[in-house]
């Protein structure tokens, strides 16, 4: 059975950063593809960042260059670390592995952002 597990997630002011972890089990990080999603109500879930199984990475533009996507295979975890973090980046965060063309999910964990 497969199971991720998000955390990190908290209050921050504007500029600050955050550090989320997915555990995952019943899979291996290591030979999957990995991502974090995120979701604020009303509107879809959306693609924050992706880790390909060879290694590719994918951001949305408007996270470039302050998110940053990796997977740990010998704690079977991925982490978002997230810089400058704007009042926009407040959302669910959903962490998302794939394996053989089939998703799993996480529960979530709450981001906000504000002062």
């Known amino acids: 059975q497969v199971q991720l597990v998000e955390s990190g997630g908290d209050l921050v002011q504007p500029g600050g950063s955050l550090s989320l972890s997915c555990a995952a089990s019943g899979i291996f990080v290591s030979t999957s593809g990995v991502g974090w999603y995120r979701q604020t109500p009303g509107k879809q879930r959306e693609l924050v960042a992706m880790l390909s199984r060879l290694g590719r990475t994918n951001y949305a533009d408007s996270v470039k260059g302050r998110f940053t996507i990796s997977k740990n295979s010998a704690k079977n975890t991925v982490s978002l670390q997230m810089n400058n973090l704007k009042p926009e980046d407040t959302a669910i965060y959903y962490c998302?592995?794939?394996?053989?063309?089939?998703?799993?999910w996480g529960q979530g964990t709450q981001v906000t952002v504000s002062s």
């Open positions: 998302n592995v794939i394996r053989d063309g089939r998703d799993y």
